[in-house]
């Protein structure tokens, strides 16, 4: 069974400053996908960024980049240059691997609370 | 980019009466829709995978009788929670898989309030 665990429930940063937030993950697949996404207090689910277990460089997007480690099967995800609309929920998820009729279907970890301060 | 829409935003509804909510992919073709559930301030929680014209897969300890999913075409999903009770009251997410390919595409979510 796949799980993914982040272990911050909260989360704190100054503004124009960089932030990590952690994930970890436990899978046997050899193919899976890491994702994060936002949340803010809207409800809406927002992508960011997406890693696949055989990319072999760190994923980026603008602020965001995810520093991957397969072997400490960790995938933490890095905002630089924090702004205000940057707090909100944020989620580690993993995707089952290709193959059978739930590929796609993700799970998620606990959750972070980042909180930016001006 | 992809959309999926959800509908309604948010629902009412008195306790024992049934809900209908629907998940639709507006530009592009879902064979896969999922459907979480989230608590305040918690996950989400995979209820169940919707493949269109099969039955869908539900997790364990979903009731399958209760959370009523129907996946009839390529670009509509729809859960019914029927006989709701206020512990049903909670944020429905549903989620769609497009063919090509990494992303998963996210509703903007629908809140049920069951009281």
């Known amino acids: 069974a796949q799980k993914i665990t982040q272990t911050q429930p909260g989360m704190f940063v100054q503004e124009k400053e960089a932030v990590t937030l952690d994930c970890t993950y436990d899978t046997s697949d050899q193919s899976y996908g890491l994702f994060w996404y936002k949340q803010p207090s809207s409800g809406e689910m927002i992508f960011l960024i997406y890693q696949g277990s055989y990319d072999e460089q760190n994923a980026t997007e603008g602020r965001y980049s995810l520093n991957f480690q397969k072997a400490r099967k960790s995938a933490n995800l890095v905002i630089s240059a924090s702004q205000l609309g940057d707090s909100a929920m944020y989620f580690c998820a993993m995707r089952e691997g290709p193959g059978g009729t739930s590929y796609g279907k993700l799970t998620f970890g606990q959750g972070t609370i980042l909180t930016v301060h001006p | 980019g992809a959309v999926v829409s959800q509908h309604p935003s948010w629902v009412i509804c008195k306790s024992g009466t049934s809900v209908k909510i629907e998940c639709r992919s507006l530009?592009?073709?879902?064979?896969?829709m999922f459907w979480y559930r989230q608590f305040p301030k918690q996950s989400l929680m995979l209820m169940a995978t919707?493949?269109?014209?099969?039955?869908?897969?539900?997790e364990q300890g979903v009731e399958k009788d209760k959370f009523l999913i129907n996946h009839a075409s390529l670009t509509l999903s729809t859960l019914t929670v029927t006989s709701a009770h206020p512990e049903d009251s909670s944020f429905y997410i549903c989620?769609?898989?497009?063919?090509?390919?990494?992303?998963?595409?996210f509703g903007p979510g629908t809140r049920l309030t069951v009281t």
């Open positions: 919707s493949n269109e014209g099969s039955k869908a897969t539900y």
């Open positions: 530009d592009f073709q879902a064979t896969t």
């Open positions: 989620s769609a898989r497009a063919q090509w390919g990494n992303e998963q595409y």
